[in-house]
């Protein structure tokens, strides 16, 4: 593969490459979604590499809603229920990881005295099975793993997805289009909990603090390595069968808006590196060509620091699954890496007892806490806690923000056309196209935007005024306006997760443009809902920015964004309000 630039590699290379202004927009014709084929960019150096990891960091701090992190509040871990079984035990475990809001749990734990320093711990998300965290068959078994993890020497604790077993104040999927606008959502949700569980673990006594890592398979693969990719406390991990580049998870507690602009699944999981990391896949399902596509990318990251060793790759000859040869192969990967143990036959799986669901289930015969909220005070409390992260950042951190919610960017290099009166615009490697005509003039630029594109522009009493100033103008026509109007398959209900929403796109538009002119300073005006997108491309621009245009009865409540600017995570990250205070 052709070595690629930091840039370059930010793209999907599923997506053609253009090196002029393309006939047709490729935000109309190239489409991602969860079984997309992607390909692993190539990084030339691991200055390049740090520097992607850290914006892939913070665009799923992002779409989950946790940049900035929330407050963490007492967990007020309640403990009971406890079992011992020879050489560990077992216990119930209910978490409060925000107010009002209840994890459960069971937290298996060796019998024997802590080594000094204390035991590893490992987090122990589970997958889609039916039984969640308390599945047990041949297919895939949460207690066995659990069971001769803490056997072996670890602190186990494995927890549930929202809305199974014991965690069901909420469903499994839940997410309305207002709750989109504060990044509210099952993966949202989880990837808090799953943070939450490391705190939790750290705080145990005999655990070791330096020493806590995750595994979980399928859903719980994607909850293992996001938890990962954003905390660094998880000092090793073995995500199993779900890093792939032939599909990204199905659940929408896999999928949330904003999370996979211009990413996919390989990238996020080449985050962990250096830290130690066993991929395990399965012949018969979407990691099967991880010996031959998926490994090596990763590896080729581990590369970068010089710790090649820190990962590696087993493939069962089986259906999706965690079953015993797929457990025993972390085992033996986390006993080298982790325990220092050599001998192999310490790291087999051993007979387990299964315990009654009875004496598993935290809320069996036992209510939720007096203060338990209901889906709606989830959600309350969820809101509440965005605006109070959203009202502490700077205003570099605010411009930030507001970035990643919409998923723009100021172009290094704009290709430009100009035939005539017109001009026709593309970000170098993207493919997009935006079109639009310019007026000569003399003066700081004007950039025009009408909602019904350049021809409705044209004719408009607005610009008619603006002509009289004899200053130059720039009418754009924002992406899906005027004459770039086009079909664009919007039915996936993962759609959002990798594309941005046509509000967003008119915005990067309006950047697009401003870039292009390289202007010292310009006026943007916007004729009606344009006029809100220009809000918004004149908040994220480096650049000084005169916008005196009105928003009408656009107050930045969230109806206006459902009605007139929708934009996932747009009031997390501060909405009208942030927008406002970066224009002043």
Same mark, same amino acid.
Request: hydrophobic share 40%.
């Given at each position: ?14 997506? %053609? ?13 190239? &489409? ?50 406890? &079992? ?14 925000? #107010? ?12 024997? =005295? ?28 949460? %207690? ?26 909420? =469903? ?13 959502? #099952? ?10 569980? /490391?705190?939790?673990? *750290?705080?145990? %006594? ?13 859903g719980g693969g994607t909850q293992t390595f996001l938890l990962a990719a954003v905390d660094d406390r998880v000092a090793f991990d073995a995500p199993v069968n779900m890093i792939s580049t032939i599909m990204q998870g199905g659940s929408p507690c896999e999928n949330t808006p904003g999370l996979r602009f211009d990413t996919f699944n390989v990238e996020f999981g080449a985050i962990m590196a250096p830290r130690p ?50 457990? *025993? ?8 890496? &982790?325990? +220092? ?16 669901? +009875? ?9 939720? %806490? ?12 969820? &809101? ?43 970000? *170098? ?21 009408? #909602? ?14 603006? /002509? ?18 086009? #079909? ?97």
């Amino acid at each position: 593969m052709a070595r690629r630039s930091v840039f370059a590699a930010a793209l999907l290379l599923a997506a %053609p490459a253009f090196a002029q202004v393309p006939a047709q927009d490729s935000r109309n014709t190239f &489409i991602p979604n969860t079984d997309t084929v992607f390909t692993p960019p190539t990084y030339n150096t691991l200055a390049e590499w740090q520097a992607r990891r850290e914006h892939l960091r913070k665009q799923i701090l992002s779409a989950t809603g946790l940049l900035p992190m929330p407050v963490k509040t007492p967990l007020h871990p309640q403990i009971f229920g406890r &079992i011992e079984n020879q050489t560990y035990s077992i216990e119930k475990v209910l978490l409060e990881t925000m #107010p009002g809001y209840y994890l459960g749990g069971n937290l298996y734990r060796p019998l024997k =005295p802590a080594p000094e320093g204390g035991f590893p711990a490992i987090a122990s998300p589970h997958g889609h099975w039916n039984y969640g965290r308390l599945e047990n068959t041949d297919v895939a078994s949460v %207690p066995a793993r659990c069971i001769n993890l803490a056997r072996q020497g670890y602190v186990v604790f494995a927890y549930d997805m929202v809305g199974y077993d014991d965690t069901i104040q909420t =469903p499994h999927d839940f997410a309305t289009r207002r709750d989109n606008l504060w990044d509210f959502g #099952p993966l949202p949700l989880q990837l808090w909990n799953s943070i939450r569980v /490391v705190d939790f673990l *750290e705080s145990l %006594p005999g655990v070791n603090p330096r020493k806590i890592g995750a595994t979980g398979a399928s859903g719980g693969g994607t909850q293992t390595f996001l938890l990962a990719a954003v905390d660094d406390r998880v000092a090793f991990d073995a995500p199993v069968n779900m890093i792939s580049t032939i599909m990204q998870g199905g659940s929408p507690c896999e999928n949330t808006p904003g999370l996979r602009f211009d990413t996919f699944n390989v990238e996020f999981g080449a985050i962990m590196a250096p830290r130690p990391m066993m991929m395990v896949s399965a012949t018969g399902d979407w990691t099967r060509n991880t010996p031959r596509v998926e490994y090596p990318a990763i590896k080729a990251i581990y590369e970068l620091y010089d710790r090649a060793a820190n990962v590696d790759m087993v493939q069962i000859q089986a259906p999706h699954n965690y079953n015993k040869l797929s457990r *025993e192969a972390v085992y033996r990967f986390f006993g080298h890496k &982790i325990l +220092g143990e050599t001998d192999d036959s310490k790291l087999t799986e051993k007979s387990y007892r299964v315990e009654k669901l +009875g004496d598993m289930l935290a809320l069996f015969n036992r209510k939720l %806490p007096e203060n338990a909220l209901d889906l709606e005070g989830v959600r309350r409390e969820w &809101i509440e806690r965005a605006r109070e992260a959203a009202a502490r950042p700077t205003a570099e951190q605010s411009r930030e923000m507001l970035q990643l919610a919409l998923g723009a960017e100021w172009p290094r290099r704009v290709i430009a056309e100009m035939p005539g009166e017109r001009f026709l615009l593309t970000r *170098e490697g993207r493919g997009d196209r935006v079109t639009g005509f310019w007026l000569h003039g003399q003066g700081t630029p004007i950039v025009f935007v009408h #909602p019904d594109g350049a021809e409705a522009a044209r004719k408009s009493p607005e610009l008619a005024a603006l /002509v009289k100033q004899g200053r130059p103008i720039y009418v754009v026509e924002a992406f899906q306006t005027g004459g770039a109007v086009a #079909p664009r398959k919007r039915d996936d209900k993962m759609f959002l997760t990798f594309n941005r929403s046509d509000d967003a796109a008119r915005v990067q538009d309006i950047l697009t443009a401003m870039a292009w002119l390289k202007p010292t300073s310009v006026e943007l005006v916007g004729v009606g809902k344009a006029a809100i997108w220009c809000q918004f491309a004149a908040a994220v621009a480096p650049v000084p920015v005169i916008f005196k245009s009105s928003l009408g009865s656009f107050q930045g409540t969230d109806e206006n964004f459902l009605d007139s600017f929708f934009v996932p995570g747009i009031q997390r990250a501060g909405g009208l309000a942030a927008a406002k205070a970066l224009t002043k």
